[in-house]
Nanobody, 120 residues
Framework: QVRLVETGGGSVQPGGSLRLSCLASGETSDYIPIAWFRQAPGKEREEVSCISASGLTTNYAAFVKGRFTISRDKAKSTVYLQMNGLVPEDTAVYHC?????????????WGQGTQVTVSS
């Protein structure tokens, strides 16, 4: 079993930045792909980004390309999502998730999420 805990959310003004962290624990937590998805009230879940188990491959949704960067630190069992140039439409609860097909949006485990609010 894998446990995921997200931190780093908060409230920022448009144009601001946040860095989300996803701490993974469990038997194989260092060797699994990790994805970030988000969900806003009344909206469908949106896949945001994904990083492979090796950390060599990353994917981004079109609406975050050039603004968000995903990375992982295996020594800390942590995956980061650096979010720059935030806009109000980025407001949502952000979750990290994993599973053998996490980079195909098929998740086995996910965390409880961290709230990101972008407003002036």
């Amino acid at each position: 079993q894998v446990r995921l805990v997200e931190t780093g959310g908060g409230s920022v003004q448009p144009g601001g930045s946040l860095r989300l962290s996803c701490l993974a624990s469990g038997e194989t937590s260092d060797y699994i792909p990790i994805a970030w998805f988000r969900q806003a009230p009344g909206k469908e879940r949106e896949e945001v980004s994904c990083i492979s188990a090796s950390g060599l491959t990353t994917n981004y949704a079109a609406f975050v390309k050039g603004r968000f960067t995903i990375s992982r630190d295996k020594a800390k069992s942590t995956v980061y999502l650096q979010m720059n140039g935030l806009v109000p439409e980025d407001t949502a609860v952000y979750h990290c998730a994993t599973g053998p097909d996490a980079c195909r949006a098929q998740y086995t485990y996910w965390g409880q999420g961290t709230q990101v609010t972008v407003s002036s």
